[in-house]
């Protein structure tokens, strides 16, 4: 899965999904039954005969439409966790199903976002967006034409504010519009399940702000199963269902902290006490492990 490219990036579409803003994206989805399951999942890497165990034991079941964050200091596994959830790496222990299907290999139910953005230099960020959904459908497996894919993107564009740039190209762009197109190229794909893996890490302080915003509008227009690795307490709070705490290597689950929090999660909820509480809990967490 590491470097490849857009097209490989995410998979099929949920039929009777339309991009557009929802209330309450819990109500829109199944309950039933998890969509992600970890079980007993262990990795050992073995280099230049030192032997590190990056994650041990970590079971973990994520339930179809909710947003999970991976949150842990670096080193810890999480990038190897989802990595294994992808099918980009190979557990030595224990077993990971998506949708009651074990993982054996990357496939189209799964979608992946990394730190850059990954984009086509050659074409516009509409056609970023579409590039996917276009090479779908000349594969047969979409069955959207031009006009149907053109309201779509420009729905979704419109809802990171990049319709005036949908003509631009990626030289053209900053990083955090870089950023926001790969967030709608993955999204108009409608994949069941996105693993992110830091998307907002290489960006600045507060551009990084500005697209947790927009990427929870995402998230709440176009509800899906979602797996976030972050280092940031206040991301993770931000934008989950439920924050997954991972512990210093070899990574293990130490916490999980449900988020009932209402969405939009805005400033001045971030800023009230119930959200604070939540953070400093976690930190707590971390201080406990010297950490921070």
Not at 32 to 43: F, I, M, Q, T
Not at 120 to 131: G, H, Q
Not at 237 to 264: A, C, F, W, Y
């Amino acid at each position: 899965m590491r470097g490849a490219g857009p097209a490989a990036l995410s998979g099929g579409r949920a039929a009777g999904r339309r991009p557009g803003i929802a209330g309450d994206r819990r109500e829109q989805l199944p309950t039933a039954g998890a969509h992600v399951v970890l079980e007993s999942v262990g990795k050992t890497f073995r280099r230049a005969g030192r032997r590190t165990v990056a994650i041990s034991g970590v079971s973990l079941e994520v339930a179809a439409g909710e947003l999970v964050c991976l949150l842990g200091p670096s080193g810890c596994g999480k990038s190897t966790l989802l990595r294994i959830v992808a099918g980009a790496l190979e557990p030595d222990e224990g077993s990971v199903t998506v949708g009651g299907r074990a993982v054996t290999g990357p496939a189209a139910d799964r979608g992946m976002l990394f730190q850059s953005p990954m984009l086509f230099p050659w074409l516009t960020t509409r056609k970023n967006v579409l590039f996917g959904p276009k090479a779908q459908r000349a594969a047969g497996t979409d069955e959207r034409d031009d006009p149907e894919l053109d309201a779509e993107a420009g729905t979704i564009l419109a809802t990171v504010g990049m319709s005036q740039f949908s003509d631009a190209f990626p030289h053209e762009l900053s990083g955090g519009m870089q950023q926001r197109t790969a967030f709608c190229r993955a999204l108009i794909h409608d994949p069941p399940l996105i693993l992110m893996d830091e998307p907002l890490g290489a960006l600045d302080a507060m551009t990084r702000e500005q697209l947790r915003g927009d990427l929870e509008k995402l998230i709440m227009a176009s509800p899906r199963t979602v797996i976030f690795v972050t280092h940031s307490i206040e991301e993770a709070v931000q934008l989950s269902d439920e924050v997954i705490v991972i512990s210093p290597r070899p990574g293990t689950i130490v916490r999980r902290q449900k988020i009932t929090l209402p969405r939009p999660r805005d400033l001045k909820l971030r800023l009230g006490a119930e959200f604070q509480a939540i953070v400093a809990e976690i930190k707590e967490i971390f201080m406990s492990y010297g950490v921070i």
